[in-house]
T-cell receptor
Framework: GQNIDQPTEMTATEGAIVQINCTYQ??????LFWYQQHAGEAPTFLSY????GLEEKGRFSSFLSRSKGYSYLLLKELQMKDSASYLC??????????FGPGTRLSVLP | DAGVTQSPTHLIKTRGQQVTLRCSPK?????VSWYQQALGQGPQFIFQ???????QRGNFPDRFSGHQFPNYSSELNVNALLLGDSALYLC???????????FGSGTRLTVV
């Protein structure tokens, strides 16, 4: 089966670093995606990993280990506007996404 | 270059009614996928359309149906609405065999 797990909620302080973990049990994912979703809005694309390792993109980085079924999203220099839900999603070879439940991140001053 | 557009943005319907949601893909994309996102949950895949045919379907009942037009735009139809159909409905477009990661802004459906 295809199952993706993430923590439900996390809290961090403005200016800090936070790591949001995602674990999955599946065969057939050809990539791991991270999305940011503010309340009431659609998900916006943050990053995509197809190979093992770290992908860095400004304040955001994403890591993938396919053998361990594990990914994380790292957010540096947190800002209040980073308060949102973060969705981990597996990509099924161009067919569809399988999403995790999302992690609601609250950034406190 | 327009991204993925969806209409309407908000909709309120009564139980038992039927609803049609619309999606226009990003220019150059010919594959459209629909997702349902209940409050506090991740999006769930409904189905995907390519070349005017349903290519793949998630675990949704037959009350959920769709259509794709020759210009690649798509409709999602839901019959016999239930309270549990209240959700944000998202459309994503891509090339065949690709996941562009590009979603529309969604349609918020409320069933009362």
């Amino acid at each position: 089966g295809q199952n993706i797990d993430q923590p439900t909620e996390m809290t961090a302080t403005e200016g800090a670093i936070v790591q949001i973990n995602c674990t999955y049990q599946t065969s057939g994912f050809n990539g791991l995606f991270w999305y940011q979703q503010h309340a009431g809005e659609a998900p916006t694309f943050l990053s995509y990993n197809v190979l093992d390792g770290l992908e860095e993109k400004g304040r955001f980085s994403s890591f993938l280990s396919r053998s361990k079924g594990y990914s994380y999203l790292l957010l540096k220099e947190l800002q209040m506007k980073d308060s949102a839900s973060y969705l981990c999603a597996g990509g099924n070879y161009g067919q569809n996404f399988v999403f995790g439940p999302g992690t609601r991140l609250s950034v406190l001053p | 270059d327009a991204g993925v557009t969806q209409s309407p943005t908000h909709l309120i319907k009564t139980r038992g009614q039927q609803v049609t949601l619309r999606c226009s893909p990003k220019s150059g994309h010919d594959t459209v996928s629909w997702y349902q996102q209940a409050l506090g949950q991740g999006p769930q895949f409904i189905f995907q359309y390519y070349e005017e045919e349903e290519r793949q379907r998630g675990n949704f009942p037959d009350r959920f149906s769709g259509h794709q037009f020759p210009n690649y735009s798509s409709e999602l139809n839901v019959n016999a609405l239930l309270l549990g159909d209240s959700a944000l409905y998202l459309c994503a477009s891509s090339y065949p065999g690709g996941l562009s990661g590009r979603f529309g802004s969604g349609t918020r459906l409320t069933v009362v």
